[in-house]
Every structure is written in C-alpha cells, then in structure tokens.
C-alpha cells in the first residue's frame, strides 16, 4: 500500500510503499477514503507530540473494512466506518475495567497501529464507529477529531438548558463547537478577533459574532457574558483573558493545545466560582452523537477537499491556520 510517512520532524513527509496490513484477533483493515488534518498533525511534525518514528500519521479516517481478524463480531466486510485516536484500552486498569478505555494509560492509537494517510489503516474493532447511511466520508472524517474534541468539551461543561455557550476561536474545532452548542439548543456566541469569522459564525448558528481585539474577556462580558466557553484557540493569551467574561459558576473548558495559562481575573475566578477544565475525546457517544447530529442535517463540516498526493502543500496550510475550516485528505479514487 501507499502511505505518507514521517521520517524525519520538521522535514517533507515521504509516499512510500509499505506492506499491507493483516488483521489480527479484534482488528479490522480500513480502505480510508478521507482523513482530516488537524492542527495536533502539525504538532507531531514538528516534534511536540512524542511518537516513534517513521510513522504514517492522520488521525481523522474514514472508510470502508476490507478484511476482519479472527474474533471481530460487531464489524463487516463493507461496513463504512471511522476510526478514533484511541481505541483499545489494555482492559485490566479501573479505567478500562469502569468502560472508560480512553482513560485508560495504556490506550492503543493511531500511534501503535499507523494512521490514515494511506491506502489502508489497521484499526482495532472496539475503535471503529459506524457510519450512519448517506453521511459522506469527507464530512464524516470531520467528527473523528475536531467534531469528537468539541462535543466531549461541551459535554464535559455539563450544559443546563437556558445556558449561553461562548466559543472562543473559530478554526477547525470552532466551526463544529458552534454548531453542535447550536444544534443541542443552546444559545450561542462566538468571539474571534477576525470580522470574517464573526459574520461566518452567525451563519453556523450563533446568535452573535463578537470580534474582539486583545482582551476577549471584557469582549464576553460586555456582551452579556456566558456560563461556558468552549476555548478552541492555541492562544495562551485569549484563553487566560477570557475568564473575565464568565457568568457565576462559569465554566471554562479548553481543548486546544496552548502555552501556559496565566490567569489575571482572580476576583472573576474566585467570587463568580468559576472553574477551568481541560478536555480531549471523551465518552464514545460523544463522537456518536456528533455522527447522529450531521446525518440529520444540523450539523455541516465546512472542508476543504485535496488529493492526498498534496499532503504536504495541506501540512503548510493548516500550520499558517489558511484552511477554512478544515482540511480533508480523499484517497485516489475520489
Ligand atoms: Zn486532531
Ligand atoms: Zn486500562
């Protein structure tokens, strides 16, 4: 099969012929139609990420299973699919044995396994999600990172209905966060510092584009504030202002990876009890609910499509943050 590798961080990453993966018990092989890049991509290129190399990356695929291992029961031949970062838990620890293997410490990824930039991808069953009918691979792709990262995030901010979500950022994670905050009922702001993305941000469903300039906290508050903001910028500086514009008991939930946090709103933090959590993928039916929300329409990835012959042209875009809203890889025969 053809793949791209990383051979080398900080260089081009290479097509080679590698062997075709076999399935072993409770694997299946993927024929990956679509892989999403992400900014997290970028990371492991430049070394922030640790993982062995070569590697082939890509971490947002979906596709079609070609073969299954011995033991696979819930998967067919022919099944469409897409395949989480993490998807087996070793099965002994508490986390695994209390059905949360994404907690699990020694959780199997794309990183043991290879990703999905290329022709095949070996994928653990219990990592695989069905794909609802008619949900095309180049928006389902989308869920597995950016939609998945999203929803955990406002679920893990425990939202009560009548809440007001603020979605700090608009990029490949921004994008899908205001539209499942919208999609689930609740009223919906956006702060960017582009006017662009404010206007494009109503159109996903905000309520309201706020463009801030550099303090986004007194942007919110000015605004009416919010009791959760989703922060998906990798602006320390944002992130850290942006308490300020939280309601009491405020919630702060940042997904994206960013420099350290200093936070200068002591007196919001403190008197308004608010809380400050980081998040990544969490419970399975978060990524399910993510697939259940674009299959009934309320839900729709903005992507760009390339060829994976321009994998390396796209590492460049997504690095100089030029993609609107994300970048999707299809396979040759798209
Ligand atoms: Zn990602
Ligand atoms: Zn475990």
């Given amino acids: 099969m053809r793949a791209a590798v990383i051979t080398r961080l900080n260089s081009p990453w290479e097509f080679q012929e590698l062997a075709d993966p076999v399935a072993g018990p409770g694997q299946v092989v993927v024929r990956i139609r679509a892989c999403g890049m992400c900014f997290s991509d970028v990371l492991v290129h430049r070394g922030h990420w640790p993982v062995q190399l070569p590697i082939v990356p890509g971490h947002e695929p979906v596709g079609e299973v070609v073969q299954l291992g011995p033991g696979v029961t819930t998967l067919r031949v022919g099944d469409r699919v897409g395949v989480s970062w993490m998807q087996r838990g070793e099965g002994r620890c508490v986390q695994c044995q209390s059905g949360r293997p994404v907690r699990c410490e020694h959780t199997q990824t794309w990183m043991d396994l290879g990703g999905g930039y290329a022709d095949l991808m070996l994928a653990w069953e219990t990592g695989c999600f069905l794909l609802p009918e008619g949900l095309a691979y180049s928006d389902a792709a989308v869920a597995f990172c950016a939609g998945y ?186």
């Fill in 149 to 334: 990262t999203s929803m955990s995030g406002l679920r893990n901010a425990d939202p009560k209905p009548g809440e007001r979500v603020c979605v700090l950022g608009v990029g490949g994670l921004g994008h899908m966060a205001v539209q499942l905050a919208a999609a689930i009922g609740l009223e919906t702001v956006v702060l960017t510092t582009s006017p662009d993305k404010a206007e494009y941000a109503e159109e996903l469903g905000a309520v309201r584009g706020i463009v801030t300039g550099d303090d986004p906290g007194k942007a919110l508050a000015d605004a009416g504030g919010a009791d959760i903001v989703l922060a998906t910028t990798t602006s320390a500086e944002l992130v850290s202002k942006v308490v300020s514009g939280l309601r009491h008991s405020g919630r702060l939930v940042t997904m994206g990876v960013t420099g350290p946090l200093q936070i200068d709103d002591m007196m919001t933090l403190l008197f308004k009890q608010c809380s400050i959590k980081g998040s990544t993928h969490n419970n399975r039916a978060d990524l399910v609910e993510v697939l259940q929300l674009m299959a009934a329409g309320k839900v729709k990835p903005r992507v760009e499509l390339f060829p994976r012959a321009e994998i390396n042209d796209v590492l460049k875009r997504v690095e100089a943050g030029q993609v609107r809203y994300r970048a999707v890889l299809q396979d040759d025969s798209a």
